[in-house]
T-cell receptor, first 114, second 112 residues
Framework: KAGVTQTPRYLIKTRGQQVTLSCSPI?????VSWYQQTPGQGLQFLFE???????NKGNFPGRFSGRQFSNSRSEMNVSTLELGDSALYLC?????????????FGEGSRLTVL | QKEVEQDPGPLSVPEGAIVSLNCTYS??????FMWYRQYSRKGPELLMY????GNKEDGRFTAQVDKSSKYISLFIRDSQPSDSATYLC????????????FGTGTRLTIIP
């Protein structure tokens, strides 16, 4: 069974630009969550989508947005990039109903903002 | 102050030693506690999952939760070089909640 796939794996942007990251969850999983990982803050929850609806949202500014498609694939977008947005963005999928806390993470998209 | 505090290490121990990793938290609403392991350049993977207070054992790994002290631990017995990774504690407030609050992670190296 294929794992969670994130694209692109690495990207470099400049301040003020916008970026779109993509995530394909494990087949059959309906929940996709996004996390930002930085050395100082660790993993921080951005948002979660379940069956195309945002079910949970973290404490990030409105520049961070996401969506989920009918095939459960998800994208997140960051507009007006700032230097502090440099991070590893991790996507995780789950059934969304098991309640075990088991999220299956992808390898991440590493964003560098110059 | 962060909701979940975790000593970032790094922690280096010889092969075969017992490793103790810990997290403290401030939000008494946390009910579900997890430990994830993250190898370099990989995403985290779930190691252990526990609900409320108590112990849970899985092979060489034991997770402990003390809700009265807001303290959780992960013990690794007979540590192996393959255990070298970053260990992240994570918590959530409700069943089926994919919103996890993570510690910053402890980097562990097992020396052969």
């Amino acid at each position: 069974k294929a794992g969670v796939t994130q694209t692109p794996r690495y990207l470099i942007k400049t301040r003020g630009q916008q970026v779109t990251l993509s995530c394909s969850p494990i087949s059959g999983h309906r929940s996709v969550s996004w996390y930002q990982q930085t050395p100082g803050q660790g993993l921080q929850f951005l948002f979660e989508y379940f069956s195309e609806t945002q079910r949970n949202k973290g404490n990030f500014p409105g520049r961070f947005s996401g969506r989920q498609f009918s095939n459960s694939r998800s994208e997140m977008n960051v507009s007006t990039l700032e230097l502090g947005d440099s991070a590893l963005y991790l996507c995780a999928s789950s059934s969304g109903t098991s309640g075990t806390g088991e999220l299956f993470f992808g390898e991440g998209s590493r964003l560098t903002v110059l | 102050q962060k909701e979940v505090e975790q000593d970032p290490g790094p922690l280096s121990v010889p092969e075969g030693a017992i490793v103790s990793l810990n997290c403290t938290y401030s939000n008494s609403a946390f009910q579900y506690f997890m430990w994830y392991r993250q190898y370099s350049r990989k995403g985290p993977e779930l190691l252990m999952y526990t609900y409320s207070s108590g112990n849970k054992e899985d092979g060489r790994f034991t997770a402990q939760v003390d809700k009265s002290s807001k303290y959780i631990s992960l013990f690794i017995r007979d540590s192996q070089p393959s255990d070298s990774a970053t260990y992240l504690c994570a918590m959530s407030v409700s069943f089926g909640n994919e919103k996890l609050t993570f510690g910053t992670g402890t980097r562990l190296t097992i020396i052969p």
